[in-house]
């Protein structure tokens, strides 16, 4: 049975930083496109950043420059570190096995101003 389970969301001001963690079971994510969304109030859920097989990255531009994607193949988890947050940053952010319907449950992310 696969599992992603997000964590490390929160509360925090602008210019803050979290970094949230999503966990994997079931699967290898070394051999997996790994994916962070968010949905915002009243938006569509958007891709945020990637990481593929072999460790490449990509991010929307929104976030470029102030979002890392990273992972621990040892621990099975994916990274998204996430520094100068905006008002606009605020949503839950979810983590998805790209090609798949396996999604983490989402974690909350506010970002006051």
């Known amino acids: 049975q696969v599992q992603v389970v997000e964590s490390g969301g929160g509360l925090v001001q602008v210019g803050g930083s979290l970094r949230l963690s999503c966990t994997a079971s079931?699967?290898?994510?070394?051999?997996?496109?790994m994916d962070w969304y968010r949905q915002g109030p009243g938006k569509q859920r958007e891709l945020v950043a990637d990481i593929t097989m072999v460790g490449f990255t990509d991010y929307a531009d929104s976030v470029k420059g102030r979002f890392t994607i990273s992972r621990d193949v040892a621990k099975n988890t994916v990274y998204l570190q996430m520094n100068n947050l905006k008002p606009e940053d605020t949503g839950v952010y979810y983590c998805?096995?790209?090609?798949?319907?396996?999604w983490g449950q989402g974690t909350q992310v506010t970002v006051s101003s």
């Open positions: 079931g699967i290898n994510i070394r051999l997996k496109i």
């Open positions: 998805h096995v790209r090609n798949s319907d396996y």
